[in-house]
């Protein structure tokens, strides 16, 4: 399989992305901010790698697409498992999404670009894309942005995922140095430099490790260890992070700098489980919503958030909670019995709020 260039002579910038039905509306929301602050005159093509979108689904998104801008799909389903014929094996023991590892087909079936951007779907662009690809690659196959995990590490979170992965990137992958570690959310790959059978020998031995921990993004920090150009949080900012840098944890001097990058993000990625649609404490949320308002999916969106603030709302809902702050706001003295009766009003009104479904 091979895909190559439209025929143009504009000037053109390359994105690849990746998903399913599901994900198409939040795609969709990426897309609007893409397209917003698209520069003008130049032509943006946007390539779509998949296992399976329905023939619906394209022509929803194909209707968004304005002049100067190409979006054509390519299901890679069958390819996939050609090249990587141990990652069949894995996916069918439910270990892993075969789509999650469309990325590290990019250079392999785009051997006619110089520079292409692969972007995950999750994200909101803030500023134009196209200087990304002017910068220099500084001898590099690749250019991302630093991950956050040196800086998770440094302001103490502890976890048992965290503690997991730090034992793999040091005992398979090599990887000792958490500040050469990139996220691939957002990855520009200058197709010339990359060696074929060289990636392709070292994506196939990462396959084999026991466990990937962040699935691709750990393949790829493997494959392109020593060979990467990292760029400033801003680039890739993970909103989640925010969260977490609070107190204390925002005076470290990296923590700083992302905070600061934060008020001047390039690109937000709603990465992990902390997505806009999905909760209200997701940081930068406004951005989102902003480019969601505009999409022809924006109902399945607004369903999708409905649903899931529902279901936060139960997990919040404690019985034993309710039943005790309703007795303690009753018998105890002063601001003690001002702190249970503030507890139990907000348990009931949660309560409430799931009887009446809204």
């Given at each position: 399989m091979?895909?190559?260039?439209?025929?143009?002579d504009r000037?053109?910038?390359?994105?690849?992305f990746?998903?399913?039905?599901?994900?198409?509306?939040?795609?969709s929301?990426?897309?609007?901010s893409?397209?917003?602050?698209k520069?003008?005159g130049?032509?943006y093509?946007?390539i779509?790698?998949?296992?399976?979108?329905?023939e619906?689904i394209?022509?929803?998104?194909?209707r968004?697409i304005p002049?100067e801008?190409?979006?054509r799909?390519?299901?890679?389903?069958?390819?996939?498992?050609?090249?990587?014929?141990d990652?069949?094996?894995k996916?069918?023991?439910?270990?892993?999404?075969v789509?999650?590892?469309y990325d590290?087909?990019v250079?392999?079936?785009?051997?006619?670009?110089e520079?292409?951007?692969?972007?995950d779907?999750?994200?909101?662009?803030?500023?134009?894309?196209?200087?990304?690809?002017?910068?220099?690659?500084?001898?590099n196959?690749?250019?991302a942005a630093?991950?956050?995990?040196s800086?998770?590490?440094k302001?103490?979170l502890?976890?048992?995922?965290l503690?997991n992965?730090?034992?793999?990137?040091n005992r398979?992958?090599?990887?000792f140095d958490?500040e050469?570690?990139f996220?691939?959310?957002?990855l520009?790959?200058h197709?010339?430099?990359?060696?074929?059978?060289?990636?392709?020998?070292?994506?196939?031995?990462?396959?084999?490790?026991s466990?990937?921990?962040?699935?691709?993004?750990?393949?790829l920090n493997?494959?392109?260890?020593?060979?990467?150009?990292l760029?400033?949080?801003?680039?890739n900012l993970q909103?989640s992070m925010l969260?977490?840098?609070?107190?204390?944890r925002?005076?470290d001097?990296?923590?700083?700098?992302?905070l600061?990058?934060?008020?001047?993000?390039v690109?937000?990625h709603y990465?992990?489980?902390?997505?806009p649609w999905?909760?209200?404490?997701?940081?930068?949320?406004?951005v989102f919503w902003?480019?969601?308002?505009?999409?022809?999916?924006?109902g399945n969106?607004r369903l999708s958030?409905?649903f899931?603030?529902w279901?936060?709302e139960?997990?919040?809902?404690n019985?034993k909670?309710?039943?005790?702050s309703?007795?303690?706001?009753?018998i105890?003295?002063?601001?003690?019995?001002?702190?249970?009766r503030?507890?139990f009003?907000n348990?009931?009104?949660?309560y409430?709020?799931i009887?009446?479904?809204?």
């Open positions: 091979r895909i190559s260039p439209p025929e143009t000037k053109t910038y390359t994105f690849v990746s998903f399913n039905d599901g994900f198409a509306p939040y795609f929301v990426t897309l609007l893409l397209i917003d602050h520069e003008d130049c032509l093509d946007i779509v790698l998949h296992e399976g979108i329905s619906e394209m022509d929803m998104l194909r968004m002049d801008v190409v979006l799909f390519f299901n890679v389903a069958d390819y996939v498992y050609e090249i990587f014929g990652l069949a094996e996916v069918s023991s439910n270990q892993w999404d789509s999650t590892f590290l087909l250079p392999v079936i785009m051997p006619d670009y520079k292409v951007m692969y972007l779907s999750d994200l909101a662009v803030c500023e134009d894309l196209a200087g990304l690809f002017s910068l220099s690659f500084e001898g196959e690749l250019i630093k991950d956050t995990l800086l998770v590490v302001t103490g502890k976890n048992s995922f503690e992965q730090i034992v793999f990137l398979e992958a090599g990887i958490f050469k570690y996220n691939a959310g957002v520009l790959f197709i010339p430099s990359i060696d074929i059978d060289t990636y392709l020998e070292r994506v196939r031995r990462a396959l084999h490790f466990v990937l921990p962040t699935v691709d993004q750990d393949v493997y494959v392109f260890l020593g060979r990467t150009r760029l400033p949080p801003r680039y909103t969260n977490h840098l609070r107190g204390d925002s005076s001097p990296e923590a700083r700098e992302f600061e990058d934060a008020e001047r993000p690109i937000l990465s992990t489980q902390m997505k999905k909760t209200a404490d997701c940081p930068k949320s406004d902003k480019y969601a308002r505009k999409s022809p999916f924006y969106i958030y409905s899931s603030e279901k936060n139960i997990s919040a809902f019985v909670r309710y039943l005790l309703k007795v303690l706001s009753k105890l003295p002063g601001n003690k019995r001002k702190k249970y503030e507890e009003e348990q009931l009104r949660l409430k709020k009887r009446s479904g809204n």
